[in-house]
């Protein structure tokens, strides 16, 4: 039994810490040796549980900050311990990059890595069913028909902002499309990683150091932005405040080709994970509806008529707005 102590919280949160308590309980006996080698169906139930739970509690907190803050950070300390027997959610909840959502993480969810056996192998593939998972896969396979649509004339450029493992770039030119792509990441050790995931494609992607908030900040154009005709991003606008991402649309309105067009991908507000992503993963995202995607496109100079917003599929998690410059 793990123990979610509440100690430092006001009384009235020691209830849904309870709730969480008892389904986590269900978890970690789905997980005990012998049970995990049973249908995962049960470990599944589990699972659904307790983000029910998270959901009820987070609810419950919705008016006290502080309350819902202390709640949190104590149920993450104890979930945390019992779901990183999944590689998947281990490098989520140990953030060896400082953040969740970092390039190998990503490619974990993008490659369906599972680990070889046991209980660890029944949470993976429990985890890989999330819709929020899901969700991150189409989103790049959405990405993909995007810019191979756009890229029937050769030598156009293109630029990927916050590029990651570059898996989109890779399944890009496996296509045969010749374009010039520049993946600009503010993480070393993802532009190395995406160098591998590249493999002899890697001559064809410029890959570039760079943070989208100098980019925002920057009173002069980025040269590795100057001319595009289409920029992604895919995830970054999921951790950026309004008055960044608006800052950040300007300056790509601002160095783009006039003609070009964004596509920026943002989870849209109520996601059926989010409440698990914040307490169990400690992975906060910022949600938005699809009234306030279009707000920042428009706000940073991107004309209404020429903003587009889809879901990365039919039943999508994630609002997918494209905008053309002019």
């Not at 190998?104 to 680990?115: K, Q, V």
């Not at 917003?309 to 039919?314: G, H, I, K, N, R």
Request: proline share 6%; charged share 25%.
């Amino acid at each position: 039994m793990i123990e979610l102590t509440s100690n430092a919280l006001p009384m009235h949160a020691h209830d849904p810490l309870a709730g969480i308590q008892a389904a986590a309980d269900r978890v970690a006996a789905a997980l005990r040796p012998g049970a995990a080698s049973a249908s995962s169906d049960v470990l599944e139930r589990a699972l659904a549980a307790l983000s029910s739970e998270l959901v009820l509690a987070d609810r419950a907190l919705a008016l006290d900050p502080e309350g819902r803050r202390a709640a949190r950070e104590t149920a993450h300390a104890q979930l945390g311990r019992l779901l990183a027997v999944s590689p998947l959610l281990a490098r989520a909840i140990t953030k060896p990059r400082g953040y969740a959502g970092d390039h190998a993480m990503i490619d974990m969810l993008y490659r369906g890595e599972r680990a070889p056996d046991g209980a660890a192998l029944a949470l993976d593939e429990v985890v890989l069913k999330l819709a929020t998972v899901v969700a991150v896969v189409r989103r790049k396979e959405y990405a993909v028909e995007w810019l191979a649509d756009r890229l029937r004339t050769p030598g156009v450029h293109v630029v990927d902002l916050a590029c990651g493992p570059c898996r989109v770039e890779r399944e890009v030119l496996e296509r045969g499309v010749t374009a010039r792509l520049v993946g600009i990441d503010s993480d070393p050790e993802a532009l190395a990683y995406a160098r591998g995931v590249l493999g002899p494609h890697a001559g064809a992607v410029e890959l570039v150091n760079d943070n989208a908030v100098r980019i925002a900040r920057s009173a002069t154009p980025t040269p590795a932005l100057a001319g595009a005709r289409l920029v992604l991003s895919l995830g970054l606008f999921d951790y950026l405040p309004d008055t960044i991402a608006i800052r950040v649309l300007r300056a790509l309105r601002r160095d783009m080709d006039p003609r070009g067009e964004v596509l920026i991908g943002n989870f849209a507000a109520g996601s059926p994970d989010r409440a698990f992503m914040d307490w169990a993963l400690d992975w906060p995202l910022i949600y938005r509806t699809e009234r306030e995607v279009r707000a920042l496109l428009v706000a940073a100079g991107f004309p209404a008529g020429g903003i587009s917003v889809e879901q990365e599929a039919l039943d999508g998690l994630v609002l997918m707005a494209t905008a053309r410059c002019a």
